[in-house]
């Protein structure tokens, strides 16, 4: 049987096909929908993680009783699993663990775009990337054969193009007669001391040096000889690009990226004439066929920032003297032969953080920010973010903040966190900022949801990813159990209430938080939120002063040419009746519709 599926819908069916008993991960844009994809299978156990390390630690769990994990998380999260990961090197495994990092070149959703191919070298562990969705379900299955046969964790590497891009896939039926999980002791083994670690050094070292030799002759890495003037190493999307653009050309298609390939590199170069390297961000396999002193052309052409498609590849190919399969070379898609209207980012009609951002302006705040919708409060007209570094972040950069700036100023500090955020790394940044007496004001933006990636479930939603009801953090409770003298919740639609909450708490000369408790007006489960009488403009009142554009809200839109200068107009398709408007109108223009 054949199905259309996504990269990520193929990796979960790749799971589901190779026994796994076990998926774990903490959503992250673009490997989302993996996870939402695996609770569709009942005989995988699919859960959200607080954080990325907390994912690969249950997978590792798993995986010492004997199952077979799937683990998943952006490129970024594999920063935060990094910890276990290096170790994890060293203890090996037994069931089958394979740890997907979804790479984000071009920054689609990203703060960074690191290549996490280097992972895979420094870690010292295999890693596998596929080309198109078919892969993506056959390279999960290798990947966990892999792990058992080699003892060891197995990356497996996406990116945004193939976790979402989609392409015909051929089902098999899920693998029968694996081993049973069970309690085994093997105490050497998985015990990290340093005696135990030093006896594992040696194999790790030996595991690599094994796959290296057979990496050569894995089917996954293949020699594909046509003209060979010229030859192409490649991998990932990358190759389904140049194909399209040099389907004459001979290709050596690495389905397995670390470790190298070092004979069936050489036996490629030296069948072409001219060999050059296709890669996305860094120049990883440029490097290492460089310093196999073989001559090679990448990233003197191909750039090193930025996502590649076929018609950056023909630009960047186009003084090489090599034809395409039309002749010539098309113009480059950001030369606006294709030009989109743009789409910037906004906050939702109805986000229950746009009055809380409205207000930290209007207080002359300044606003240490972190990962979430609410990061969009740095844009405009809100403009009310100076920070945003990583998950987290936010807490730490506003006690770093404090301690060194004047005494008049070290008031104006907040530090802005969403539920999920301040679960997965921001409560150890609040611990400190306790412990240390730090003189700032967290604000924690409870919507009850992940909701930046696709409102997933969290330890604060009160739902497992398997849509089972479970214990919801009480985020008050937590925040004064770490020593919070002063923490208060708040009405982010009531203006005022808000308003005056964050220039009380700014004031205090000690640690205090902000809880708001409205949630996602995109909240998935019904009665939690239902959308309100609608707001709408009295034509006869508004003077066009334009306050309520100061919200940034979609819904309200200016309308010029009305007899006056112009006036607000309220779209009754967008409004979701949240009211914040109408009490920012100081001529009392904004009313409910009737």
């Not at 054969?145 to 060891?152: G, K, N, R, V």
């Not at 060999?275 to 196999?292: S, T």
């Not at 005494?407 to 997965?424: C, L, M, P, Q, Y």
Request: proline fraction near 6%; charge should be negative.
């Amino acid at each position: 049987m054949k199905e259309i599926l996504s990269g990520n819908e193929a990796i979960a069916r790749g799971a589901f096909e190779a026994g796994v008993l076990v998926a774990t991960g903490y959503p992250g844009t673009p490997s989302t929908e993996i996870l939402e994809n695996t609770v569709l299978y009942k005989e995988i156990d699919s859960s959200w993680a607080p954080n990325e390390k907390v994912a690969l630690e249950v997978a590792m769990g798993a995986s010492f009783a004997g199952a077979r994990t799937l683990v998943t998380m952006k490129h970024v999260g594999v920063n935060v699993a990094a910890d276990p990961l290096f170790t994890l090197s060293y203890t090996g495994i037994k069931g089958g663990l394979v740890l997907v990092s979804a790479d984000d070149p071009e920054m689609h959703s990203s703060q960074n775009e690191q290549d996490n191919r280097n992972y895979a070298k420094f870690a010292k562990v295999p890693m596998l990337e596929p080309s198109d969705s078919q892969e993506c379900k056959d390279f999960t299955r290798i990947a966990l054969e892999l792990s058992e046969q080699y003892d060891t964790p197995v990356l497996l590497r996406t990116t945004t193009r193939i976790s979402h891009s989609k392409s015909i896939v051929e089902l098999k039926e899920r693998v029968a007669g694996l081993p049973a999980p069970a309690l085994v002791t093997n105490a050497a083994k998985q015990v990290m001391l340093p005696s135990n670690a030093r006896v594992r050094h040696p194999l790790v070292e030996e595991r690599m040096r094994k796959l290296a030799e057979s990496a050569c002759s894995l089917e996954i890495n293949r020699m594909e000889l046509r003209d060979t003037s010229v030859g192409i190493v490649t991998s990932g999307v990358c190759y389904e690009y140049v194909r399209e653009v040099f389907p004459n050309v001979s290709t050596l298609k690495l389905g397995m990226v670390h470790p190298f390939p070092v004979d069936l590199i050489r036996s490629f170069a030296a069948k072409v004439e001219r060999l050059y390297v296709v890669e996305e961000l860094d120049p990883f396999f440029e490097e290492q066929i460089r310093a196999l002193a073989i001559e090679v052309t990448g990233k003197e052409i191909i750039p090193v920032c930025g996502e590649l498609s076929p018609d950056r590849i023909r630009k960047a190919f186009s003084g090489q003297g090599i034809g395409t399969e039309s002749g010539a070379a098309m113009p480059d898609d950001e030369a606006g032969s294709f030009a989109l209207p743009p789409r910037p980012p906004n906050m939702c009609p109805g986000c229950p953080h746009r009055g809380v951002f409205y207000a930290l302006k209007q207080l002359k705040a300044y606003v240490a920010g972190d990962i979430g919708c609410y990061t969009l409060g740095f844009l405009p007209p809100l403009s009310s973010m100076e920070t945003c570094v990583c998950m987290g972040a936010s807490i730490g950069n506003a006690t770093g903040v404090v301690k060194v700036v004047p005494e008049d100023e070290k008031r104006r500090v907040v530090a802005v966190i969403g539920d999920s955020t301040f679960i997965h790394s921001g409560i150890t940044g609040l611990a400190d900022m306790v412990y240390n007496n730090s003189p700032a004001t967290v604000v924690i933006l409870d919507n009850r949801i992940t909701a930046m990636t696709g409102r997933q479930d969290n330890p604060a939603s009160g739902f497992t990813l398997m849509n089972e009801p479970a214990h919801r953090i009480d985020l008050v409770q937590l925040c004064s159990a770490l020593g919070v003298k002063h923490v208060r919740t708040v009405n982010p639609f009531d203006l005022e209430e808000t308003r005056q909450a964050l220039k009380e708490e700014m004031e205090r000369p000690e640690t205090s938080v902000i809880i708001t408790n409205k949630p996602c007006v995109l909240i998935k489960r019904e009665g939690v939120f239902r959308k309100g009488p609608l707001s709408t403009v009295d034509v006869e009142k508004c003077t066009g002063c334009r306050a309520c554009l100061k919200l940034g809200c979609p819904a309200i839109q200016w309308k010029s040419g009305e007899g006056k200068k112009g006036i607000s107009y309220i779209d009754p398709m967008l409004c979701t009746g949240c009211d914040v408007c109408r009490q920012l109108c100081k001529f009392d223009a904004i009313g409910r519709a009737k």
